[in-house]
């Protein structure tokens, strides 16, 4: 007999296999040491139980104490472990719900652990999150239903169906049939589902969004992600250091979106860069703050606040806007202007660069290509600026439209380098252009790049040093600096002097300064040559000489740096009066150098009781002189002054334009200095309040 029969003998206890020893009486001690045996093999059954119990199809929901509305609801198939508050699940589906016991969204993951008393899951398994409007997927998760949030640690990738084009999409652009990314949310079915023979309607492809990490706050209704964002909306792109989106009341759709940390928008070519972006998914409008910047190619917007209203494909730039246009000068605005000839002073070609424009407020209508500046608006470039109260700027190209074909995906640079080129500029409001030593002022104006004509209206008047041109309508070409004028033109020309003097570099004092007044139904000046016609009812009037014509041909030129008048050649119907002096003829030419006047064409001079005929008559405005040849005739103290001289002699004015140093009251006639010029006719300083700050 062994030890261990003996020991179950003691215990009273029986074997079942082999020869039954003799009974003997169990003695206390084998009893007890009989129920720790048994006692011990229960306990080791009961753990080995423990750890590997499973239950399938486990199920666990949480209920709203005060509303007794089900929060969520936990399936899967549930192991235990020696923790009794510790479940592995494996196949786990979550569903929350909204308020109404409506379905929020469905979230699914392989493996998670599940604590039963802080309620909080955590898997470092693939998670995938759907709900109607969007669909979320990532790697590693923690959820706390009790805090209502859920965090996803890595990979985090967000389609979005019911967004309507979360980002600002090209203007007219639809999607095209066949275009519905896979996976896209499908259409809903009506009661009866689809119509039998019907076609679906296209479906637009998701919004995706890629981040690092995601946190969903249930309670506040938003999601914020972080560790860096890009956001793909058809051909728009979106990428910022981190985003925050906040959610509806119900359901999973984004109503506004706010990124942060070098945000920067691409579309085609357009790129659209700040620190921060705010986005309205109902009314599709996006705001750039925090120094914003849209460019393309060579071309930019900057300002300190930019709304972008993607429904209507509209900009709006406030807070000192400034829209550069890189190459527009080259083809537009600084045309190349004509050499110097010997009768303009010579003038440097204007260097190749950028063309910029400066407003208080900047509306942009990117499909239209035209901009709408407020404000004080500027306009910079190399050869001519043009400052206004309010402006309409026209592109081709540039930030509107594409210059060529769209970049890559996934690149944020502009597809070509070309920029955009100004097409037409509509300015108002105290329109102010200036072109070296041009400046025109006007209430309205036009600009043509094309043609490089700008059409003023409205008070309009044309500087150039001490001259002035002034009328009801001028038209002015910086390309080939030509001005014409009409009706009711008026030049005035500063200094008509006698200046051999200067022309022969002579010593002694300067010349008598004169002013010239030419009026006439249309003008037409070449800046360039320093020469200009006037036609219909012309009327020259300088110091005490009148001249009257059908057609003046009037010719300015370099005097040691000063430009005066040098000739002028009237025709048709010439009358001229100077004091006692009456003359006609058909054809007169005056010299301002010489202060001669020369009259052609069947001339007659009368004078006090003098009439004077010949094929030639010269006079001298400043002397007493007077030629006659050939063929001169004399009729002294007639006993009556030709009809013709009587009525020249009758009418008011025969040139009452005094010299610019004569003081006390001005003269009839005499013109006042344009604004900005001293009555020497010197420059100036524009007076406080008539042009803007940043244009003084």
Not at 26 to 41: E, F, H, K, M, N
Not at 241 to 269: D, M, P, Y
Request: hydrophobic share 35%.
């Amino acid at each position: 007999m062994n030890a261990i029969h003996r020991a179950a003998l003691r215990a009273g206890l029986r074997p079942t296999t082999g020869s039954a020893p003799p009974a003997r009486p169990p003695s206390r001690r084998g009893a007890w040491l009989a129920v720790a045996c048994g006692l011990a093999a229960l306990g080791a059954t009961w753990g080995q139980q423990v750890r590997t119990s499973i239950i399938k199809g486990f199920e666990f929901s949480e209920f709203d104490p005060q509303t007794n509305e089900r929060q969520y609801t936990l399936t899967g198939d549930a192991e235990f472990g020696r923790d009794a508050s510790l479940v592995k699940l494996t196949s786990v589906r979550v569903v929350l719900f909204d308020t109404g016991g409506t379905t929020n969204m469905v979230m699914r993951t392989p493996l998670a652990m599940f604590d039963q008393e802080t309620k909080r899951a955590e898997s470092e398994e693939p998670v995938l999150i759907e709900s109607e409007q969007m669909r979320i997927s990532g790697v590693g998760m923690l959820w706390e239903p009790t805090a209502r949030r859920l965090v996803l640690d890595r990979d985090v990738r967000i389609e979005m169906f019911d967004t309507a084009g979360l980002l600002p999409a090209p203007p007219g652009s639809a999607p095209a049939p066949g275009d519905a990314a896979q996976g896209s949310a499908p259409a809903p079915a009506g009661p009866g589902g689809p119509a039998t023979g019907s076609t679906p309607a296209p479906q637009k492809p998701p919004t995706v969004v890629e981040a690092a990490r995601l946190t969903y706050d249930m309670n506040a209704r938003e999601v914020n992600l972080g560790g860096g964002i890009t956001a793909i909306d058809g051909d728009t792109r979106l990428t910022a250091g981190a985003a925050r989106l906040e959610l509806a009341k119900e359901g999973q759709s984004a109503r506004q979106i706010e990124a942060t940390g070098a945000v920067t928008i691409v579309r085609g070519g357009l790129v659209a860069r700040g620190g921060r972006a705010e986005y309205d998914v109902t009314s599709r409008r996006i705001t750039l703050l925090e120094q914003p910047v849209v460019s393309r190619g060579a071309d930019r917007l900057e300002s300190a606040r930019l709304d972008w209203d993607a429904e209507a494909g509209l900009m709006r730039a406030t807070g000192s806007p400034r829209l550069v246009l890189a190459r527009a000068a080259e083809r537009g605005l600084s045309a190349p202007r004509p050499r110097s000839t010997g009768r303009r002073r010579p003038a440097a070609e204007p260097p190749t660069a950028s063309t910029e424009i400066y407003a208080d407020d900047l509306q942009f209508d990117l499909a239209a290509n035209r901009a709408q500046f407020t404000g004080d608006v500027l306009v910079l470039s190399p050869a001519v600026n043009i400052g206004a109260s309010r402006m309409e700027v026209e592109l081709t190209g540039g930030l509107g439209h594409p210059s060529g074909e769209a970049p890559p995906e996934g690149s944020d640079q502009p597809a070509s380098e070309e920029g955009g080129d100004i097409a037409r500029i509509a300015a108002e409001g105290l329109v102010e252009i200036v072109q070296q030593d041009l400046r025109a002022l006007c209430d309205r104006a036009t600009y043509d790049p094309k043609t490089g004509e700008a059409q003023l209206t409205g008070n309009p008047r044309v500087f150039r040093g001490s001259d002035r041109l002034t009328g009801d309508l001028i038209w002015l070409n910086l390309r080939d600096e030509r001005l014409r004028c009409g009706p009711a033109a008026r030049v005035l020309i500063a200094d008509a002097g006698k200046v051999e003097g200067r022309v022969l570099g002579g010593g002694g004092p300067a010349p008598e300064r004169r002013q010239v007044e030419i009026t006439s139904r249309e003008v037409e000046f070449w800046l360039a040559e320093n020469r200009g016609v006037f036609r219909d009812e012309v009327r020259v009037e300088s110091h005490d000489l009148t001249i009257r014509a059908d057609r003046l041909d009037a010719l300015l030129e370099y005097a040691q740096d000063e430009r005066v008048l040098r000739q002028v050649v009237a025709q048709g119907a010439v009358e001229i009066v100077q004091g006692d002096r009456r003359a006609r003829s058909g054809k007169a030419l005056y010299d301002a150098f010489k202060g001669e006047v020369v009259l052609t064409e069947s001339p007659e001079l009368a004078g006090d009781r003098v009439l004077v005929t010949a094929d030639q008559i010269t006079f001298y405005v400043d002397k007493d002189q007077l030629y006659c040849d050939p063929h001169p005739r004399l009729r002294a103290y007639p006993e009556e002054l030709p009809e013709w001289a009587r009525e020249a002699a009758g009418r008011p004015g025969g040139g009452r334009l005094a010299p610019a140093g004569e003081t006390g009251a001005a003269a009839s006639g005499v013109v006042p200095p344009p604004p900005g010029r001293s009555d020497d006719g010197t420059a100036g300083t524009f007076r406080r309040g008539e042009v803007p700050p940043v244009r003084r």
